[in-house]
């Protein structure tokens, strides 16, 4: 039972996954392109966690932590050189 | 009791894809870069600790590791939205035709470079 709900909440979440990759290839601006990835990143954390649930190893937890950092300083790197070039 | 924990979990798991998907139908809906930012943002943060919450609750051995993750994002979510908000606005790029009120106006640089600016609105 707990399983079920769980797999089909992953499932939600993918789907999530999916509509933001539209807006990511779609466009029609940089901005928004950066926002879409923002957002890609953010739904990839729980799916990480969730794999480490499914599989039952406890180090994809520490790869969704560092995923997770890496996307946080991406993004403001992205909003700097939007603001200010390199 | 044990076995209604996963239960619980599973559901809490279940109402943050939900919020994803909404955030991700805002993202999709939305007229400008500035609604996309704030249609998006609050709700997949929320709906990211929820599931991270609902994992933790699911698995209880992983659940203070979990904790420090949904804090963090807790944390910089909101922070990365608004320096790529702030950004945008800096930048130049045009809002909504139905914006009534932009207090930051003063400080806009005046046109959107090319490469940043190609159709903002669709």
Redesign the interface.
């Given at each position: 039972m707990a399983e079920i709900i769980l797999v089909s909440a992953l499932v939600l979440a993918a789907v999530a996954l999916v509509m933001g990759l539209y807006r990511l290839i779609a466009g029609p601006c940089t901005v928004t392109r950066a926002i879409a990835l923002d957002l890609l990143t953010l739904i990839t954390i729980p799916l990480l966690v969730g794999a480490a649930v499914w599989a039952g190893r406890a180090v994809y937890v520490d790869v969704a932590l560092v995923y997770g950092i890496l996307a946080f300083l991406g993004v403001l790197a992205l909003a700097r050189y939007l603001e200010k070039g390199i | 009791m044990a076995d209604i924990l996963?239960?619980i979990?599973?559901?809490v798991?279940?109402a943050?894809?939900?919020f994803?998907?909404l955030?991700?139908?805002g993202?999709?809906r939305m007229p400008d870069?500035y609604n996309?930012?704030q249609a998006?943002?609050k709700a997949?943060?929320l709906?990211?600790v929820l599931?991270?919450i609902?994992?933790g609750i699911?698995?209880l051995?992983?659940l203070p590791?979990?904790i420090?993750?949904a804090l963090?994002?807790l944390i910089?979510?909101p922070?990365?939205?608004h320096?790529?908000a702030?950004?945008?606005h800096?930048?130049g790029?045009p809002l909504a035709d139905e914006t009534v009120r932009d207090e930051l106006a003063a400080t806009r640089a005046p046109e959107a470079p090319e490469?940043?600016?190609?159709?903002?609105t669709?």
């Open positions: - | 996963p239960i979990g599973a559901l798991v279940l943050g894809a939900v994803m998907v955030a991700a139908i993202i999709i870069p996309r930012i998006g943002t997949s943060t709906g990211v599931a991270l609902g994992l699911y698995d051995d992983l590791k979990l420090v993750i963090f994002v910089t979510n922070l990365s939205s320096a790529l702030r950004a945008a800096a930048a790029v490469a940043i600016l190609e159709e903002t669709s």
